[in-house]
Structures are given as structure tokens and as C-alpha cells.
């Protein structure tokens, strides 16, 4: 059985540190919010200029002028600040923030990433991503293992267009999770979704990878 969308973000928020400035991209990482551990301090950042975000708001308290950088409403918190795009992305730039938790179409074994468009399809924007993957210290990628037509979204090199070269540290699955050398060591499989096993995942990938599982 793979991992639903909560549990794959409840894996990721494992990576997550007491004093951490995290930037989280749309989709399944947004939901990363609600796994934060109880008592861990995290300050979340968004790209269109918020820091400090607040979880999300009930239907009667709903702010229409208060949006992460996805366009969802979100609510603020006592110790939350504003600034201008322009300052938010000099934060990203300067390696302010600890660690990006972003989607991804495509991830290669050597840590690329494809996240901001699919060739023919109209987009509104490449966004934040390719600052993102340029400039937060690490990067966590969260996404399905599969397209629906069951191939691969985990390859050798990706198909798409690039967001990122050799960007990625960790990818989270809805089957596994990679750690990912950007230096070229390789990849390491480090953990498998409950119920699913080597063989699965084995048929379900197109990267080479190593299994380093850590024993019960």
C-alpha cells in the first residue's frame, strides 16, 4: 500500500528542525504545516512576502488579503512580519532559509528537478522554484512515485523542462524515500512506505539506486 498525500507529508515533516526557516511549495508540501511536531519552533516563509505563517484559517475567519504564495488563505501569527518580494527573495538567495519542501513532475538520480512546466500546457508563471532550488540550503522533494499511466516520474534524466540541476537531497514517494549525493555519490534507498516492498519499487523506477535500508 503507498503512503496517501498526509503521510507522505508527515514523512517529510520529519525533516524538520527546532529553529528552521522553511519555505513550502504548493500541493502536497503545504500540508507539511499540519505535522510541524508539537513543542519544535519552525518559522514559515512564503515567497510573496510572509514570514512567521499561521495554520489555515476556518471558513469565518478567512482574510482574502492574507495568501501564501499558492493563493491559499492562511492565517498570521503574533510574531508574524511583511515585506516585498523583493526582500523575501533575498532571503532565498542569500541562504537564509534552511529548507524548501517543494512538488516535483520529474526527479533524476542525480538530483535534478522538473517541477515548473509541461511543454504545450498553458502556465501562468514559473514561480519561486528555480530561486528556490538555487538558494535554500536544502531541498526535500515530495511527490507520487508514477504518472497515472503508471510510468515512472523517478529517471535517469528528466524529460521536462529543468527547474534545477543536481538540486535535490531527499525524495519522498508515495513508496519510497531516496536519499539523493548531489556530488555524485549515487542514490541511496533509505526507507519504504508501509506495505510496500523492494520488488515494487524496483519495477516503479527508472533511476539506479543502491538499497540501504536501515535494519529493524
Known sequence: MA??????????????????????GIGIPTLVANFIPQGMKVTLQSENGMLGMGPFPYEDAVDPDLINAGKQ??????????????????MIRGGHINLSILGGMQVSEGGDL?????P???IKGMGGAMDLVAGVQ???VVMEHTEKSGESK????????????GVVDLLITDLAVF?????GGGVRLVELAK???LDEVQKKTEARYQVALAKA
Open 138 to 140: 536544502r531541498v526535500v
Open 73 to 90: 488563505t492562511i492565517t498570521e501569527l503574533p510574531q508574524s512580519s511583511y515585506f516585498s518580494s523583493a526582500d523575501s527573495f533575498a
Open 195 to 197: 506495505g510496500t516492498t
Open 114 to 118: 522538473a517541477n515548473w512546466m509541461v
Open 3 to 24: 503512503w496517501t498525500r498526509e503521510e507522505m507529508a508527515q514523512r517529510a515533516a520529519r525533516e524538520l528542525k527546532n529553529g528552521f526557516y522553511v519555505n513550502l
Open 179 to 183: 536519499e539523493i549525493d548531489r556530488a
Open 120 to 122: 504545450g500546457k498553458m
Open 154 to 165: 523517478f529517471k535517469p534524466q528528466c524529460t521536462l523542462p529543468l527547474t534545477g540541476q
